[in-house]
């Protein structure tokens, strides 16, 4: 193969080959948000084989968020493992940093940049020298002598950090993508193909078309955004797919004489593809043969069809198993909403629950805990907590739907809820860290695995039905 990967660190010197006259279509599968889905990985094995058979140059990229959502890789003795080897074994070419990539924590985190074989781009990072993290802030990679630059950046949440436990990115600092992406505007002129490698989410991505129109292509994930093929935005092709690796995007760049005269992009199904890598596949099923994820723990006597209603079953058993009066659930904290009736398993638990966070007790009254909830609204991208020991009514801004014009609380059989009393209260610890409401008890910390609270709760249960629960209402 002649495709080359020159790596550029900082500042350091750059010299210009020069582009030669010629015709050359630069071919790029990409992927975002994949979770950990490495049963979908034998199928993408096959996509990218099959289009390296037209074009062995062709170039791979993930978008980030490559883990989290998968406990057989998730909880791997060897982080991340299972995704890293399937990726070094189809041939990507770069990763961006997705916020669930600090999930790793520290040394994980070092430990699977040290196992890729390909970068990981992400130019808004930077960490203390002891951790001894460092990916690139771009890639230039050449085809054929075409130049193709990639620059990655990674998504800042209200607290200046991605949207990942604070606690695990200790040493770590990150700058504003807009203000990042300026200090390298200069690259343009160094490549033919320029391409934001974009973990930023959707409308942050048609933001950054608009103000920085030189690029030729943002490859983009984090929002979870289906595209159909790509979005041109100011002159800029966007593209982005759902969660799960259930599809990619095969993205087309012709190139006249160094310059970009035509872009497009298509939408490929992965999930539903009948052919798949054998190697990949061996793989994969080598990976999934833990038995222990698949022991039965309960049975669901209905379907369950909301995010909440899953979030209703995590407070009622934290509730249950530690003696709390109430609890509470960040939305971003409970992994899916969908699920059959019929056995649950310990690896659906570990799928719904996979930060590995612990509980932590408060003794808050019921005034502290109404700051409390609104703080995780504002704290948590705008997305209200789920609740266990309470009802909650909700009413919102009509001009700012980001803001809580007010929010009542009542017991579970709809009497007032008293703010003076104190209540136990239970969460994990990501909601005890980012949601900094004014409150006397800080919390303690159990030491408890939440999602180990969750597997004996459904033990003792042995039938749980959460079909149609709700306990937050939003009043208009």
């Not at 497009?264 to 994820?293: L, M, W, Y």
């Not at 709390?324 to 019929?342: I, M, S």
């Not at 719904?352 to 948590?380: A, I, K, W």
């Amino acid at each position: 193969m002649k495709k080359k990967c020159l790596v550029a660190l900082g500042a350091a010197f750059m010299f210009s080959l020069g582009s030669l006259a010629q015709t050359r279509d630069i071919h790029i599968v990409s992927t975002n948000d994949m979770h950990a889905a490495i049963d979908n990985m034998p199928m993408l094995s096959d996509v990218v084989d099959s289009l390296r058979t037209i074009d062995n140059q062709t170039l791979v990229f993930s978008a980030g968020d490559n883990r989290t959502g998968n406990p057989v890789n998730d909880m791997y003795s060897r982080t991340t493992y299972p995704m890293v080897s399937l990726m070094n074994f189809i041939g990507f070419d770069g990763s961006a940093f997705g916020n669930h990539e600090f999930d790793n924590r520290p040394d994980g985190l070092r430990r699977v940049l040290a196992d890729c074989n390909f970068p990981h781009i992400c130019a808004n990072f930077k960490a203390d020298p002891e951790l001894n993290i460092h990916p690139v802030p771009y890639v230039i990679y050449e085809v054929e002598g075409v130049k193709v630059g990639v620059l990655g950046v990674v998504e800042l949440g209200t607290s200046g950090y991605p949207d990942a436990h604070p606690d695990l990115m200790k040493g770590m600092t990150f700058t504003q993508p807009e203000e990042t992406i300026k200090e390298y505007q200069w690259l343009r002129d160094k490549v033919d193909v320029f391409i934001l490698l974009s973990h930023l989410g959707y409308e942050d991505d048609v933001k950054m078309a608009d103000k920085f129109p030189f690029f030729d292509v943002i490859l983009g994930g984090h929002t979870h955004t289906q595209l159909e093929g790509g979005e041109m935005h100011n002159g800029v092709l966007i593209t982005q797919n759902v969660n799960k690796l259930k599809r990619a995007t095969y993205t087309t760049i012709k190139v006249v004489d160094g310059k970009v005269v035509s872009k497009k992009a298509e939408t490929i199904d992965v999930s539903t593809r009948k052919s798949k890598n054998p190697v990949a596949q061996n793989i994969v099923d080598f990976f999934n043969g833990n038995p222990e994820f698949k022991r039965q723990l309960a049975v669901l006597e209905n379907d369950v069809t909301t995010q909440e209603q899953m979030g209703c079953l995590m407070c009622d058993a934290w509730i249950s198993e530690l003696g709390a009066d109430v609890a509470v659930q960040n939305l971003g904290g409970v992994r899916y909403g969908e699920k059959k009736a019929g056995p649950i398993t310990v690896n659906d638990v570990l799928t719904l629950d996979p930060f590995g966070n612990n509980c932590v007790e408060m003794n808050l009254t019921g005034e502290e805990l109404r700051q409390l909830l609104l703080s995780c609204y504002h704290n948590d991208s705008g997305w209200f907590p789920f609740v266990g020991g309470l009802v909650c009514q909700v009413t919102l801004d009509p001009a700012d739907s980001t803001k809580v014009k007010s929010l009542k609380l009542l017991t579970e059989d709809g009497k007032k809820f008293n703010l003076k009393k104190t209540y136990k209260v239970v969460t994990n610890d990501f909601v005890a860290a980012i949601c900094d409401s004014p409150r006397k008890d800080e919390g303690r910390n159990t030491g408890l695995k939440t999602a180990d609270v969750i597997i004996k709760f459904l033990e003792k249960k042995g039938k749980v039905d959460y079909h149609g629960v709700q306990r937050v209402f939003f009043n208009k």
